[in-house]
Nanobody, 122 residues
Framework: QVRLVESGGVLVQPGGSLRLSCAAS????????MDWYRQAPGKQRDLAAGIHRSGSTNYADSVRGRFTISRDNAKTTVYLQMNSLKPEDTAVYYC????????????????WGQGTQVTVSS
């Protein structure tokens, strides 16, 4: 069983900063990638930022230069540092991870957290 728990979502003023965290726990053999998605009201869920097990990162054009994804040394917690926040960043932010749960190479699945609400408003 794998569990992802996000935290850090709050109400913040435009121009402010915020850091989200996502901790993975449970039966984990290997984590291939951890990503942050976001879903605004009435819109689809889109990728905001991702980090591969190699350490390479990728960002949506809308957040590049403002958001930074990183992880801890154990590589089981991923962070999203969000700076220069805009009202259009308001969304539920979800953590996603591609995790191998046993030594069997086919034991790989995508797991989601419950989401954390980020609201950017004055």
């Amino acid at each position: 069983q794998v569990r992802l728990v996000e935290s850090g979502g709050v109400l913040v003023q435009p121009g402010g900063s915020l850091r989200l965290s996502c901790a993975a726990s449970g039966t984990i053999f290997n984590i291939y990638a951890m990503d942050w998605y976001r879903q605004a009201p009435g819109k689809q869920r889109d990728l905001a930022a991702g980090i591969h097990r190699s350490g390479s990162t990728n960002y949506a054009d809308s957040v590049r230069g403002r958001f930074t994804i990183s992880r801890d040394n154990a590589k089981t917690t991923v962070y999203l540092q969000m700076n220069s926040l805009k009202p259009e960043d308001t969304a539920v932010y979800y953590c996603n991870a591609r995790i191998q749960t046993t030594a069997v190479q086919t034991a790989v699945g995508d797991y989601w957290g419950q989401g954390t609400q980020v609201t950017v408003s004055s």
